[in-house]
């Protein structure tokens, strides 16, 4: 497990992940759609484009439960985006992840810090990356709780992202087998 603390829900649900297809858009748009995404992802345009069209070297991924698809996860290399990464303090050894439940019924029930766990477990290749560091909006209390519960520390406060509303939080997460950060 990565952080110190138990994560609610995690022993009985299982997690897999696999690579977002197209055949995946209609329910990602469903998501994406809905107010409790949407809030913080912004309604999708063109996910065909927003996901597929772009040479970005963010790699996503659906996570499914019990077989089920409940999410995205995406992770990508902060050496990938240097700009962004100053603003927040991120090294290029890092990774930076984004995600959420795309059911807003599944919300509350300890599916996303298990899911999370789960993701860094299976996908984030050992040694691969030092650490995770990430921005989450202050406003999105359930997702930096989320952050919280698997260890991850809140490095910074008031941070303005371009781009982003509003003031956010920095957070990061030493991953085994790699120094852990001062």
């Given amino acids: 497990m990565l952080g110190a603390k138990s994560v609610k829900g995690s022993c009985r649900t299982v997690f897999e992940f696999r690579e977002l297809r197209r055949e995946d858009l209609p329910i990602l748009s469903s998501w994406r759609s809905s107010e409790h995404v ?4 912004g309604e999708p345009a063109d996910l065909e484009t927003e996901y597929f069209g772009t040479a970005d070297p963010v790699d996503y991924f659906v996570a499914l439960r019990d077989g089920r698809p409940i999410g995205l996860v995406q992770h990508y290399r902060w050496a990938d985006f240097p700009g962004e990464a ?4 991120a090294t290029a050894d890092e990774i930076s992840i ?6 807003a019924n ?3 029930a300890g599916l996303g ?5 789960a993701f860094l477990d299976q996908v984030v290749r050992p040694g691969s990356a030092r650490g995770v560091r990430l921005d989450v909006a202050e406003a999105n209390r359930r997702s930096w709780r ?6 991850f520390r809140r490095e910074q406060e008031g941070v303005l992202v371009e781009g982003e509303p509003g003031p956010h ?4 997460l030493g991953l085994p087998g790699r ?3 001062p």
């Fill in 146 to 151: 989320c952050l919280e519960k698997l260890g």
């Fill in 106 to 108: 599944l919300i509350g």
């Fill in 86 to 89: 100053e603003s927040i303090g």
């Fill in 113 to 117: 810090p298990a899911m999370l766990e």
């Fill in 169 to 172: 939080y920095v957070y990061a």
């Fill in 98 to 103: 984004d995600y959420f439940l795309g059911d």
């Fill in 179 to 181: 120094a852990q950060q």
């Fill in 38 to 41: 949407a809030r913080w992802w």
